[in-house]
């Protein structure tokens, strides 16, 4: 299997990237709303939708991993406002079809050698427990409170990996 990585952002990306960032999104945002609430929640798809791409558009960097040209995976990110030191990971999704591949570790290595900051962090839901083991394998070192913390959305610490 053939992936191929780059950077770019939102207004750069193709009609078809575009597209399939929003889908992967998507399935991403459900599988989190279910793993806090522990079932799907009803929404307004247009709410969520133009929710989804305003992420998409605010983000400053999106490395996509691409197969046969349709996106598989990607992160997306920006330094953080309170800390230029800090490129801070706001999305990384793999499609499911595609995880347990090296797709994600591929990724992250991608950022960490070209992000141009002394760190990185990222925040992961205190119930993924399968996310947590893995940026711990990726070499990300969990930080207590009061690093960050987003009660709305159950992150309890952060990840942090120093890219150099």
């Known amino acids: 299997m053939n992936i191929e990585y780059k950077r770019t952002t939102y207004a750069k990306a193709n009609v078809v990237e575009r597209a399939q960032l929003l889908v992967l999104l998507r399935e991403l945002w459900f599988y989190e709303s279910f793993i806090i609430n522990k079932r799907v929640l009803s929404y307004d798809a247009i709410q969520l939708g133009n929710f989804l791409i305003g992420m998409l558009e605010r983000s400053e960097s999106i490395i996509i991993a691409s197969s046969s040209d349709s996106p598989v995976g990607f992160v997306m990110g920006s330094v953080d406002e309170d800390n230029e030191k800090d490129f801070h990971i706001s999305v990384i999704t793999i499609n499911a079809a595609f995880r347990n591949k090296g797709i994600?570790?591929?990724l992250l290595s991608?950022?960490?050698s070209t992000c141009g900051t002394d760190m990185v962090s990222l925040g992961t839901l205190e119930e993924n427990v399968?996310?947590?083991?893995?940026?711990?394998?990726n070499g990300f070192v969990f930080n207590e409170p009061p690093?960050?913390?987003n009660?709305?959305?159950n992150v309890r610490?952060?990840?942090t990996v120093n890219p150099k």
Not at 130 to 137: K, L, N, W
């Open 151 to 153: 009660s709305a959305f």
């Open 104 to 106: 994600g570790k591929k």
């Open 157 to 159: 610490g952060i990840f």
């Open 130 to 137: 399968d996310a947590r083991r893995f940026y711990e394998a």
């Open 147 to 149: 690093y960050k913390v």
């Open 110 to 112: 991608f950022v960490k």
